[in-house]
């Protein structure tokens, strides 16, 4: 037995050392190996192995001499800050991390057992798409796991990391997931790389210029964080795992919080200018209310004239989404309204409670908005707040025009409470609009239209544009002192953390697609 032991210790250092060529190889192309990886996500000696010394069964092309132990792939759990976290890691080294059919069946396994314990499941990925020696098996393989990628879906946390390239079917899989971490320069994502594409269209592209970390996180919208190096990247999923609950029936975790509930935040006075044309940074209102100033906004760099991020109010988690006046002067479109609407739904699934924070002067015109489907992708956004039955808290800061104030969570979509600033302005549209449809005869048939124009337009104002006019009807439940945002929201998130709602029963929506 001693000595049978001591062999199976060789094994596993062998296993655990790798090829040596293979890892220069690796750290040659400023790339972590899987275990290094791992090591850096979970915490230190916490990680067990699961199929470490899986082997695949294919035969032909010469893979009967080559059946390397673990298959390429890593799986196992750990955890992370005492919580338990499932991981998988492709390792390039071994087949440039190709999946195979025993590959696969690890991976789902990995996944099973993420599901059935109800923890968060982390993807660390770097490989070479289906393994083209098994064939059809290899390509099977992926199917089992978008399969479990959905049934997952608004069960336990999925985070992809892309350490590597990512081509094919395999980047559905990330596609499926929660939230998506990419490392520029090193990791890629695409249908059909830049040899095809220059193929059938001719166009000449990178690799990087193609499915880069920038061109993801500003333009596509694939990842929801891009970041310099490995380590920086991984830090930061350890840091977003910290604010999510371990699964759907879970309460996301509570931590101490210094940073007094009732804090006055008076620099919020001057921060918001009266004139709702003038632009300002939301980030710097979110800042300003959220425990000690922090918060790991999502999606920061696309449809950026909305802002969706994770902070805490007073120890609790919360998601924030908020017009954001700097870009576009805050309107929604196509982009922003699914970026939103996609935010909505993961706090919804995940018991996170919403804030959403109202400076918004409509949908944004144009035929190109129109001809997209505005009017689909505003919807995802409506229907993802009526749907929502977390606590949900509206803030209105400045301006609320049109429909984009409905859709914005407003009280008459379901906003448990509603509150404004006394600069708010809840209108159809802005006094100028408003007044050119109103009194257009009368302004035309005046002496001096501008100057009618600008006295119907300040009775407008008066009259249906006074911070106090949705309060009088019950559309705003209290206008509050700016300087006291933070004492009310964590107030009255307090008194609606034992909300239950009830739905009707239904096998799922069917939301706009």
Request: aromatic content about 6%; charged content about 20%.
């Amino acid at each position: 037995m001693a000595e049978r032991v001591a062999e199976l210790v060789r094994i596993r250092q062998d296993v655990l050392d790798g090829v040596p060529a293979a890892t220069e190889a690796q750290h040659a192309k400023g790339k972590l190996t899987a275990r290094e990886r791992i090591a850096l996500l979970l915490d230190e000696g916490s990680f067990k192995e699961v199929e470490q010394l899986r082997r695949h069964r294919a035969v032909g092309f010469g893979l009967e001499a080559k059946k390397p132990y673990t298959d390429g792939v890593i799986t196992g759990w750990g955890t992370v800050e005492g919580r338990t976290v499932f991981v998988y890691a492709h390792d390039f080294r071994i087949f440039g991390g190709a999946l195979g059919e025993a590959h696969a069946a690890k991976i789902h396994k990995i996944m099973d057992m993420a599901i059935a314990a109800g923890a968060p499941l982390v993807s660390l990925n770097d490989g070479a798409g289906a393994r083209i020696q098994e064939g059809v098996s290899a390509l099977a393989g992926y199917g089992g796991i978008f399969q479990r990628n959905t049934k997952a879906s608004g069960v336990i946390p999925q985070i992809s990391v892309m350490l590597g390239p990512c081509a094919g079917g395999a980047a559905y899989s990330p596609a499926l997931t929660d939230f998506v971490f990419m490392v520029r320069e090193t990791s890629q994502m695409f249908i059909t790389g830049p040899d095809v594409v220059r193929a059938v269209t001719g166009e000449e592209i990178t690799q990087n210029g193609l499915g880069g970390a920038d061109v993801h996180a500003e333009s596509s919208g694939v990842a929801h964080f891009a970041y310099d190096d490995e380590e920086t990247c991984i830090a930061e999923v350890r840091y977003l795992l910290s604010m999510l609950p371990a699964n759907n029936r879970a309460t996301p975790p509570a931590v101490p919080c210094d940073d007094p509930a009732d804090r006055r935040c008076e620099r919020l006075l001057g921060l918001v200018p009266l004139d709702g044309s003038r632009p300002y940074d939301m980030r710097e209102v979110i800042t300003e209310i959220v425990d000690d100033g922090e918060h790991m906004e999502v999606h920061e760099r696309w449809a950026t004239s909305v802002i969706t991020t994770l902070a805490r109010l007073g120890g609790q988690v919360v998601g924030i989404v908020a017009s954001q006046p700097q870009s576009l002067a805050g309107v929604l479109d196509i982009h922003s309204s699914e970026k939103a609407a996609r935010f909505v739904q993961l706090c919804d699934a995940f018991s996170i409670p919403l804030v959403t924070l109202v400076d918004v002067p409509g949908f944004l015109p144009g035929v190109d908005q129109e001809h997209g489907g505005i009017i689909r992708h505003g919807a995802k956004l409506l229907y993802a707040y009526c749907n929502a039955t977390v606590p949900r808290i509206s803030l209105i800061l400045r301006k609320a025009y049109g429909g984009a104030y409905i859709v914005m969570d407003s009280q008459s979509i379901g906003a448990d409470l509603t509150f404004a600033w006394p600069a708010n302005e809840i209108a159809v549209m802005g006094a100028e609009g408003a007044a050119n449809v109103v009194f257009r005869r009368q302004i035309a048939a005046s002496e001096d239209p501008a100057a009618t124009r600008q006295q119907l337009v300040k009775e407008y104002k008066a009259e249906l544009m006074h911070p106090y006019y949705a309060a009088e009807r019950g559309l705003v439940d209290d206008v509050i002192d700016p300087a006291d945002t933070r004492a009310t929201l964590i107030s009255a998130l307090a008194m609606l953390r034992t909300k239950h709602a009830v739905t009707p029963v239904r096998k799922h929506g069917n939301p706009p697609m």
